[in-house]
RNA sequence: GCGCCCAUAGCUCAGCUGGAUAGAGCGCUUGCCUCCGGAGCAAGAGGCCACAGGUUCGAAUCCUGUUGGGCGCGCCA
């Protein structure tokens, strides 16, 4: 009896054709002319016992118009299969198939150790460009693990494209005006040495004192129109302030890996030449108007906008001055000159009627809309995130208390690593630690966030993954001689746990794929860890450096190679290192 | 009220382009360090896949409705 732990259920060449397993296709189809590819689909047998491969016959069946269960007995006599299927077999409406596992074995290892640091990699990037903008936090705080996610979310996609051959370059909003940053700059004038740490506690007063001080808060109107218009003393006073601010949340940032190729002000928006040509547009599609109150609106409904909430969307206040919306819409016209092939953008969920909105205009005024990628809050188990009430796990804090957690844990068991190797470590694992809870979860889901399963490192977490590329690299460290290359002629994977680490590798290039298409690094997670649970059960029931011979030893340090550069491969999608010892 | 998203084990989540008996982890129970790193492994208990209809040979997966939760509907950004 097997469980999940045997053959993986998501196979490499489910719903398409692989390669690897073409030959199987081929030779049903010369048996069944009839039949077309797309009418089969390979899919997993329950038990390893029944086989490594199975084909529904129920279309098949159709098309050739007899019984499944019939269709798929007389397959199993009549199809010649080649020498890579060892045996074929009907089970009810299944069409049954078991693989030769040392051949089939060895040609995964090759292509594994073969493409390196590229195994997974489907090249669907090749020659195209694509542009990403995430985080583009507000510089008023340090960020909290729901900011967070939106950053990490944006880069690992980054390392995705990347990986799959896209030519990338990342983007990061600052909204380096609007009424609170005025705000905040007039009490920053009044605060002597404010740091990074003070902005959140001078942020908070700002807002405080603006609700019971209308004088203050019309200072703060009179100061962000000066700066509209350019007033140079202005312009410098918020961009101290916000530079201040970006810097201290790059540096949090940057710790959890998260890279930005290019910072665009918002301010550089606010009097954009080309907006005329914009709303020249959206006048002859007749969808511009000025309001009884004289502001500069856009009605959606022309555009195909069915709801009467929402509708209308404020470009310019009545006094003339800009709204963020026709700033951001500026901003879009700017990415979308960079001329890539896709243009995409990270959001939370609450801008996903802006965004709508936005990209209506956008298409109305004969420019194609942003691609997006909401994701959903993280919530805390007494409920969501408050930054005024002070109820927010940043991102600082938690890296510091897992490191602080991981440093004791790796003095434990790498004692003989220097103080700040043990650091460097231990900061990997806090990264991990926080990356992997938030990336194994597709970003559309409302996640709960718990602190103390997130520092606990054991279980289904970014840990346990880097635990096991830390074990092969201590196997690999201790054999003695040089490392195998490639599989030989004497190569063997025969062995169910053997077996199924190998299914499981095959399946990575498949796994990168859906995660492309689904615009989710998700499936990469939970492919991470499922191939770490395979190959700790591997490393349980097969000894390498004590194998039964030399052959067996070789065979299994090539099934090390293959799984560590995989596991390499998948943790780099997610931004996490593999130790070499931790 | 209207719109978008979500709902799977006590908890946190996979699985969703329809296929055989729905999976992990945490927590709980029981074993396993003379043996390549126990941040581990093995086993057990735990499910009306929110509810109700529909499509299909077949539905956690697709469609409709209901309920519950998240988000939004600003001269905020």
Known sequence: MHSSRGIPRTLPWKGRRVNLFSTISDAILKAYPELEAADLIFGAPPNLEMGDVAIPMFLPARKLRTAPPKLAAEAAERVSFGPEVSKSGAAGP????????????????NAVLEQGNGFGSNGSGTGRRILVEHTSINPNASPHVGRGRCAMIGDSMTRLFRFEGYDVEVHYYVNDMGRQIGLLVLIADEITDLDFNGILDAYVRANALAESDPEFAARGYELLVKMEEGDPDAQQRFKAVTDLCLKGQLEVLSRVGATYDYFDRES???????MDQVQQRLRDRGVLFT???NRLVADLAPLGYAQEEGRFFVL???????MYGYRDIAYSLDKIERGTDVN?????????????????????AGYPAPEVIYYSYILLKDGKMSTRQGKVVLLADFLDQAAALAVERVAEQCPELSPEEQGAIAETVAVSAIRFAVLRVKPGKNVTFDMEAALSFTGDTGPYVQYCCA???????????ALPVAPGAAFASAHDSEWALLMKIASFPAVVAESVQQRTCAPVANFSLDLAHLFTAFYHDCPVLKAQNAAQTESRLLICRAALQTLRNALDLLGISAPERM
């Open 316 to 322: 310019m206040r009545a006094n003339g001055s800009s």
């Open 471 to 481: 074990r092969i690299n201590s196997i690999l460290r201790k054999s003695v001689g």
């Open 94 to 109: 299944y069409l049954n198939l078991s693989l030769d596992r040392s051949a089939t074995g060895a040609r995964i290892v």
């Open 268 to 274: 550089k928006y606010v009097n954009d030449p080309r």
């Open 291 to 293: 309001d009884e109150k």
């Open 344 to 364: 995409l953008m990270i959001l939370g969920e609450d801008h996903k009627l802006y965004a709508q909105q936005v990209g209506l205009i956008l298409e109305a």
